[in-house]
């Protein structure tokens, strides 16, 4: 099993490499930032008594904040030819309004439209949030 491993990795090009353990970082990284987001949302819907839309709205920007750091000097650090840390940091913020409208939709879909408690939308915002942020990051934020 491990020399098929190892000879599967070896058959990958450079570029297919380097995806992989991007995948892999964003994987483990990802999951933390996301689970801190959504701990932030849950606090602030429940101990907090905030409504979703607003406690979605604080969760973002501190997740934003944890991400930026931890995804530009670990996840795709090495990755593309970053001109300006300033360029980065703003298609960052850009990619994550996109995110952040994606769970604003969640949370409208949930609290709004069905009727759900507010912690429903913990679930699209960790299972498939997450997935479109990788490709924003990867294709435009740390090109």
């Given at each position: 099993?491990r020399e098929d491993?190892?000879?599967?990795?070896?058959g990958?090009?450079?570029e297919r490499?380097?995806?992989f353990?991007q995948?892999i970082?964003?994987?483990?990284?990802?999951?933390g930032v996301?689970l801190?987001?959504?701990?932030?949302y849950?606090?602030?819907?429940?101990?907090?008594?905030r409504?979703?839309?607003?406690a979605n709205?604080?969760?973002?920007?501190?997740?934003?904040?944890?991400?930026y750091?931890?995804h530009?000097r670990?996840t795709?650090?090495?990755?593309?030819?970053?001109?300006?840390e300033?360029?980065?940091?703003?298609?960052?913020?850009a990619?994550n309004m996109?995110?952040?409208?994606?769970?604003?939709?969640?949370?409208w879909l949930?609290?709004?439209?069905?009727?759900?408690s507010?912690h429903?939308?913990?679930?699209?915002?960790?299972?498939?949030?997450?997935a479109?942020?990788?490709?924003l990051n990867r294709m435009w934020?740390?090109?």
């Amino acid at each position: 099993m491990r020399e098929d491993m190892v000879r599967l990795w070896h058959g990958l090009t450079p570029e297919r490499r380097a995806l992989f353990v991007q995948l892999i970082r964003y994987g483990v990284v990802g999951v933390g930032v996301t689970l801190f987001q959504i701990a932030i949302y849950n606090l602030l819907i429940g101990a907090g008594h905030r409504p979703p839309l607003v406690a979605n709205t604080l969760a973002t920007a501190a997740a934003m904040v944890v991400g930026y750091t931890i995804h530009s000097r670990f996840t795709f650090d090495g990755h593309g030819e970053r001109e300006s840390e300033l360029r980065a940091i703003l298609r960052f913020v850009a990619a994550n309004m996109v995110g952040f409208a994606a769970n604003s939709f969640w949370v409208w879909l949930f609290t709004s439209a069905l009727h759900l408690s507010a912690h429903w939308p913990s679930v699209p915002m960790f299972c498939v949030t997450p997935a479109l942020l990788f490709w924003l990051n990867r294709m435009w934020v740390f090109e």
